[in-house]
């Protein structure tokens, strides 16, 4: 079959040779580029990078591009297609007559899943052993294709693709910060206590910027936000309802209840009365959001039966606070007093995303697997996790902190408090690193 390799040059501009970067359209407009965790690419296998749009995912594999030809790939044997431009079809077209070329590929499908049928073409690439890396902002899409394809060379291969967190946003505004790691239930912070004040400032740069990278840039440049990265977050968030085959109208209406709750428990009855639609129907919408990465739902546990009790209240949380912000914008509010009102909230949400982001794993160390909250008459634990079939609790005090008996060890994440079960959230995200297969 003829195809039209030529409609490919414009995006592959490094086989023309030296000093390609300065055509490329992602790395050509990026003064500072934001270090990110480094995955090493399997020959022959398909590896997949799942998250929200404007995560930096299109620019993140430029960078590994970028690295394969300095490593000594012949730049011709990688080919970048953006599969929102072309078919099925032609995109099997271009690899076939490329391989004839030029060998055995490094194929790169950006956002894979505007493809029809891109999950037979995952396959095929599999069986074939072409080495494949391919990028998705319709999660919900690839969560439920990718579970499909056992043994096509993509166990392991698997990543989350989140924003950044704070301990990568804060080691890129500051790179001479220690470089500190440790468990979640085990905050060893004695060597970044004398950073605070810095830090401190830092988070709440972190807060107003949510981790999106361009947000990031835009604040290192100039110390504001763009309107316009607030516009990019509704529109991606309601394009990726759209994309799910979902009313947008509803889903603007579910966002907004979820923003009016501030972090208090809900059942599915209760949205459902304030959107006018079932609860079965609100409960499938949630499912589309935290697939999508907007929000993580948390179900409060059974201590005693040591599982999730299904039939109480959750509590949902926005994966990033820029998303939160950006819906007080569209509400009307100003983003800066938004957030300024709102820090114990939005702080929730911080650590309960950052916790989640630590210790989840595609498949085997789903959310749904270890978090949760728990609740009683008297008392609230915004965070739970189950490890090992142990609990371990942690709950953010912003102000005094005040400690509740709980049926579980339990960490006080605070603005400035330290102490044996106490610590600074700042201190606490610095050591906080993502989990092998989050990027």
Not at 76 to 87: A, E, K, L, N, W
Request: aromatic share 12%; net charge negative.
């Amino acid at each position: 079959m003829a195809v039209k390799i030529v409609k490919l040059v414009r995006h592959n501009p490094w086989w023309k040779g030296a000093d390609w970067e300065r055509e490329d359209p992602d790395l050509s407009r990026v003064e500072d580029v934001i270090p990110r965790k480094e995955i090493v690419i399997k020959e022959g296998s398909v590896t997949l990078l799942r998250g929200i749009r404007r995560a930096g995912k299109s620019f993140y594999i430029k960078t590994m591009i970028k690295r394969l030809i300095s490593d000594g790939v012949a730049p011709r044997r990688v080919v970048y297609i953006p599969c929102d431009r072309f078919t099925k079809r032609e995109v099997r077209g271009f690899i076939d007559e490329l391989r004839l070329r030029h060998g055995e590929l490094y194929v790169f499908l950006d956002e894979i899943t505007y493809l029809d049928g891109w999950r037979l073409l995952l396959k095929e690439l599999g069986e074939d052993r072409i080495t494949t890396v391919a990028t998705g902002s319709n999660p919900v899409e690839m969560k439920r294709e990718a579970e499909l394809l056992p043994g096509r060379g993509i166990e392991g291969n698997e990543y989350y693709f989140n924003p950044l967190n704070f301990r990568e946003f804060a080691r890129f505004m500051n790179p001479e910060l220690p470089d500190v790691s440790f468990p979640y239930n085990e905050p060893a912070v004695d060597s970044v206590f004398p950073w605070y004040e810095e830090l401190e400032g830092l988070f709440y740069a972190y807060i107003l910027t949510g981790g999106f990278p361009e947000a990031v840039l835009d604040y290192k440049s100039s110390g504001t936000i763009g309107e316009e990265r607030y516009e990019e977050i509704i529109r991606l968030v309601l394009g990726e309802i759209a994309k799910s085959g979902k009313s947008e109208e509803i889903a603007r209406e579910l966002l907004e209840a979820i923003f009016r709750l501030k972090g208090n428990r809900v059942d599915y009855v209760t949205l459902a009365g304030e959107v006018g639609v079932s609860h079965p129907t609100v409960r499938e919408y949630l499912s589309t959001l935290e697939s999508a990465r907007v929000i993580y739902t948390l179900e409060a546990w059974d201590i005693a039966k040591k599982r999730h009790a299904h039939r109480k209240e959750k509590k949902i949380v926005f994966q990033s606070p820029l998303i939160a912000t950006a819906l007080a914008v569209y509400l009307g509010e100003n983003p800066v007093e938004f957030v300024e009102g709102n820090v114990e909230w939005l702080v929730e949400n911080i650590v309960a995303s950052h916790v989640i982001w630590h210790i989840e794993e595609p498949i085997l160390r789903e959310k749904h697997s270890f978090a949760g909250f728990y609740y009683d008459r008297n008392k609230e634990c915004d965070l739970v996790v189950r490890e090992g079939g142990k609990f371990f609790g942690i709950e953010v005090k912003y102000g005094k902190v005040k400690r509740k008996h709980y049926p579980f060890p339990t960490l006080y994440v605070s603005k400035d408090e330290l102490g044996e079960d106490t610590v600074p959230v700042s201190l606490y995200l610095l050591g906080l690193e993502k989990s092998g297969r989050s990027i």
